[in-house]
């Protein structure tokens, strides 16, 4: 069974755990529609990705 060779400090702890905190998913505004949208994601009101028509926009019922 593995066993730790020494304590492992605080501050290294604090290191590892660090990694742990959540970030707020960052947005960014589309240049067309004004809508907020992910970064490298399809804007799923018009369906446009890059310039291009990707798929057909939602229509809302």
Known sequence: MAVPKR????MKRG???SADA???P????DK???ELRR????????????GRQV????DDV
């Open 15 to 17: 290191f590892r755990r």
């Open 39 to 50: 970064p490298h994601h399809v804007d799923l009101k018009t369906g446009m990705y890059r």
């Open 26 to 29: 960052t947005y960014v505004e």
């Open 22 to 24: 959540l970030n707020q």
């Open 55 to 58: 798929l057909q926009p939602k």
């Open 7 to 10: 304590k492992v400090s605080r």
């Open 32 to 34: 067309d529609s004004g």
